[in-house]
């Protein structure tokens, strides 16, 4: 069993920065990918960054330039430094990791940018 266990987040004034931290703990034999993914309400959860077990990155194009993701392979750990928020960027978090070609989520963090 895996567990992902999301910390970070919060209220932030637009423009300003928070970092998200995610760990996964558990049996791993090979971590693949990890990411993060955001619900708004109403909406549809969807991809912000991810990275690959080789450092290869992907960030949607809404973020990009302002948000970096960033893995540590020896603890299983993912960053997402986040600034020059905006509002439209109040959703919540969600970490994803993709171990031993299974997926897991973490619980979610809100993080809530105000204008």
């Known amino acids: 069993q895996v567990q992902v266990v999301e910390s970070g987040g919060g209220l932030v004034q637009a423009g300003g920065s928070l970092r998200l931290s995610c760990a996964a703990s558990?049996?791993?034999?090979?971590?693949?990918?990890q990411g993060w993914y955001r619900q708004a309400p109403g909406k549809q959860r969807t991809l912000v960054a991810s990275?690959?077990?080789?450092?290869?990155?992907t960030i949607v194009d809404s973020v990009k330039g302002r948000f970096t993701i960033s893995r540590d392979g020896t603890k299983n750990t993912v960053t997402l430094q986040m600034n020059s928020l905006r509002p439209e960027d109040t959703a919540i978090y969600y970490c994803?990791?993709?171990?031993?070609?299974?997926?897991?989520w973490g619980q979610g963090t809100q993080v809530t940018v105000s204008s």
């Open positions: 994803y990791c993709n171990a031993d070609r299974w997926g897991y």
């Open positions: 558990g049996s791993i034999l090979s971590l693949d990918v």
């Open positions: 990275i690959t077990s080789r450092g290869s990155t």
